[in-house]
């Protein structure tokens, strides 16, 4: 049984240009989470999704950051024109269960490098 | 404003000696604490869980206790090995005021070292 996977590990974008992160939950779990790591920072909440529906988008930022997870296919978190301060590690989780119940199974994240 | 400390210093312990982490929590009432571990490069990965009513939770090696009335959980384990060397993180569930489920929020964990 696969865990979460993330893709790609590593990503170097150029300031202004887009960030798309990519998430596969494990098998039967229908709740996403991203989560972002500066360094030296703790894990930050960024956003909550079912399939096809933003449940709680509260740590995300207003604008240039978008998440989805269609009905088919992985979760994306998507950066436009990114900066340098968006460097970091973006790390997914998935619950078969929605939050406030149960724990959450990481992926290995993807790192994100703005040059 | 809701805070989660962890000791932010890296904690060295010889092998075999009880290594013991904290987590203090300001302003919350969380239904659960859980702990993490996170190794470098890598997700963290779940360890326990302790719910509001429970003292104690013991899992192999590892012990966790949640004292809900200092809102501090100790994370404790024995006969320490080197291969326990990792960063270890709390988190809370934080509800918003509607009811509804939000994220986990993490401590920025605390980085144990295990010298032989």
């Known amino acids: 049984n696969a865990g979460v996977m993330q893709n790609p590990r590593h990503l170097v974008r150029r300031r202004g240009q887009e960030a798309r992160l990519r998430c596969s939950p494990m098998?039967?779990?229908?709740?996403v989470y991203w989560y972002r790591q500066l360094p030296e920072e703790g894990l930050k909440f960024m956003v909550y999704l079912q399939k096809e529906n933003i449940i709680d988008e509260s740590g995300m930022p207003k604008e240039r950051f978008s998440a989805e997870f269609p009905k088919e296919g992985p979760s994306i978190l998507r950066i436009q024109q990114v900066v340098r301060g968006d460097s970091a590690a973006y790390f997914c989780?998935?619950?078969?269960?929605?939050?406030?119940?149960?724990?959450?199974?990481f992926g290995p994240g993807t790192r994100l490098l703005v040059l | 404003s809701q805070k989660i400390e962890q000791n932010s210093e890296a904690l060295n312990i010889q092998e075999g000696k009880t290594a013991t982490l904290t987590c203090n929590y300001t302003n919350y009432s969380p239904a659960y604490l859980q702990w993490y571990r996170q190794d470098p490069g890598r997700g963290p990965v779940f360890l326990l869980l302790i719910r509001e009513n429970e003292k104690e939770k013991r899992k192999e090696r590892l012990k966790v206790t949640f004292d809900t009335t200092l809102k501090q959980s100790l994370f404790h384990i024995t006969a320490s090995q080197p291969a326990d060397s990792a960063t270890y993180l709390c988190a809370l569930d934080i509800e918003d005021s509607g009811g509804g489920a939000d994220g986990l929020t993490f401590g920025k964990g605390t980085h144990l070292i295990i010298q032989p």
């Open positions: 098998k039967g779990h229908s709740h």
């Open positions: 989780a998935s619950s078969p269960r929605g939050q406030g119940i149960g724990t959450q199974y």
